[in-house]
């Protein structure tokens, strides 16, 4: 399985981690992908949920000074994600920083507003 569709199972189990009233731990999220499909490169989504989860706060202080009259709190729960997604990855992997890029600006273009994808684009190649 290719790590685009990777990055997409972990996006959403961020995203499902997010979500207020919920007691999942990372390996319970995880876990429900599992029986969905498989072949998924599952240490990779787990290396990427973990990360994010537990930088979490170094993550936005490496985000923030990029936004731009706005706050991490302010930006759409998607949004939020992706970029920290994307910078844990540009941080600690070896993957080139223009795929990591292009990944997140899809992912953006998949689940965000109508023209984020910009803005996530704009932001990591600051990060970067």
């Known amino acids: ?10 996006f959403q189990t961020l995203f499902q981690l997010e979500i207020k009233d919920n007691d999942l731990t990372i390996e319970e999220a995880i876990s429900f992908i599992k029986d969905d499909d498989p072949d998924l490169e599952f240490d990779f989504i787990h290396w990427l949920v973990t990360g994010v989860k537990d930088h979490e706060p170094v993550l936005d202080q490496k985000i923030q000074p990029y936004l731009k009259d706005w706050t991490l709190e302010r930006l759409l729960k998607s ?3 992706i970029l920290r997604m994307a910078t844990f990855e540009l941080l600690n992997s070896e993957t080139p920083d223009k795929v ?6 899809e992912l953006a273009k998949q689940f965000s507003d109508e023209d984020h994808y910009k803005f996530i684009n704009g932001v990591l190649s600051n990060i970067k």
């Open 79 to 81: 949004d939020r994600i």
């Open 1 to 10: 399985m290719s790590r685009k569709e990777s990055r997409k199972q972990a």
């Open 100 to 105: 990591i890029i292009n990944e997140a600006v």
